[in-house]
T-cell receptor, first 111, second 114 residues
Framework: EDQVTQSPEALRLQEGESSSLNCSYT??????LFWYRQDPGKGPEFLFT???AGEEKEKERLKATLTKKESFLHITAPKPEDSATYLC????????????FGKGTKLTVNP | KAGVTQTPRYLIKTRGQQVTLSCSPI?????VSWYQQTPGQGLQFLFE???????NKGNFPGRFSGRQFSNSRSEMNVSTLELGDSALYLC?????????????FGAGSRLTVL
């Protein structure tokens, strides 16, 4: 069964304190790993897609990396507006658009 | 481009009732997926529709059903509501044909079952 595990469940940082979120996965065949950001009361907002080990993508203070077993979301010098729940999801083999999500990491950045 | 629109945003029902939720995808997107989000289970896949056909279904009981219309708008229905059906129901659309396969989510419909 396809599984996605995110850690930590919650993370508190001071503004400017860099850190990383982890997403480990076991799937039958990876057709993409996705990172989303979700703010309270809103739907998930797409951040990145990674397809193969070694791939990296960056957007502002965020950088996502992928290995054969896990992905990291690195947050450099975070600001309070980066506070949100970050969700990791995988799409597996087959013709479906189905995503299997982890339970997320709730990030709080204090000023 | 307008985003994914879900209605209603909030609703309260009692056990045993049924509910219908609506989703209008991004213009041009023909794939619509539905997810249930709860604090305990996170986001769980309900089903996906493409060109008015259900393409995949998650592990939910038959009380959960959906459909898609010729204009790609989708509805999901939950019959005989139970307390455990209280959740945020999220709809997402994608441009399946392009191969980009990025799901764009709506803001969700928050269902409370009393």
């Amino acid at each position: 069964e396809d599984q996605v595990t995110q850690s930590p469940e919650a993370l508190r940082l001071q503004e400017g304190e860099s850190s990383s979120l982890n997403c480990s996965y076991t799937v039958s065949g990876l057709r993409g790993l996705f990172w989303y950001r979700q703010d309270p009361g809103k739907g998930p907002e797409f951040l990145f897609t990674l397809y193969s080990a070694g791939e990296e993508k960056e957007k502002e203070r965020l950088k996502a990396t992928l290995t054969k077993k896990e992905s990291f979301l690195h947050i450099t010098a975070p600001k309070p507006e980066d506070s949100a729940t970050y969700l990791c999801a995988v799409r597996t083999q087959g013709g479906s658009e189905k995503l299997v999500f982890g339970k997320g990491t709730k990030l709080t950045v204090n000023p | 481009k307008a985003g994914v629109t879900q209605t209603p945003r909030y609703l309260i029902k009692t056990r045993g009732q049924q509910v219908t939720l609506s989703c209008s995808p991004i213009s041009g997107h023909r794939s619509v997926s539905w997810y249930q989000q709860t604090p305990g289970q996170g986001l769980q896949f309900l089903f996906e529709y493409f060109s008015e056909t259900q393409r995949n279904k998650g592990n939910f009981p038959g009380r959960f059903s959906g459909r898609q219309f010729s204009n790609s708008r989708s509805e999901m229905n939950v019959s005989t509501l139970e307390l455990g059906d209280s959740a945020l129901y999220l709809c997402a659309s994608s441009d399946r044909a392009s191969g980009a396969n990025v799901l764009t989510f709506g803001a969700g419909s928050r269902l409370t079952v009393l």
